[in-house]
């Protein structure tokens, strides 16, 4: 049973077990909860350490490292990167954060490696902090010189 629910909470409520793209299903929940809960810091840092937490567990009862089943880092890394952004730049954070999560470059690569729980959720943090700024630069930029 306990087992059941750590799975169920690590693939985002079984959109993890989806074959094909369970990262990009994982950052779609993350969009419905940046579209239901705002810029949420509750939210977030809740996401964020339970599923730290989660990640471990889930690895250990599915005896593979990140597997494409866990995505519960694809969630929280999403709700970073689209922190204080609403509109198309929801849009536009998908894209960007999925592009920075499919491609892992450097140093968001080595993250992955970390051990357990952190190391899952590590990459993924990584690349919606990154997505994040890259956006607060662009419009920065963009407002800057228009």
Do not use: C
């Amino acid at each position: 049973m306990r087992k059941n629910i750590i799975i169920l909470l690590a693939s985002g409520f079984g959109l993890g077990l989806i074959p094909k793209a369970p990262g990009t299903f994982g950052t779609l929940l993350g969009l419905v909860l940046a579209v239901l809960f705002p810029d949420n810091i509750f939210l977030i840092t809740s996401t964020v350490v339970l599923g730290i937490w989660i990640s471990q567990e889930a690895e250990m009862a599915l005896q593979e490292h990140d597997s494409p089943k866990i995505i519960v880092d694809e969630i929280a890394g999403y709700l970073i990167a689209v922190y204080t952004w609403n509109g198309i730049y929801l849009i536009i954070g998908f894209l960007l954060f999925r592009a920075l999560d499919i491609l892992k470059p450097a140093p968001i690569n080595r993250l992955q490696k970390l051990p357990g729980g952190f190391g899952v959720m590590a990459d993924d943090l990584a690349a919606g902090l990154i997505t994040n700024i890259i956006m607060q630069a662009a419009v920065f930029v963009f407002l800057h010189i228009f």
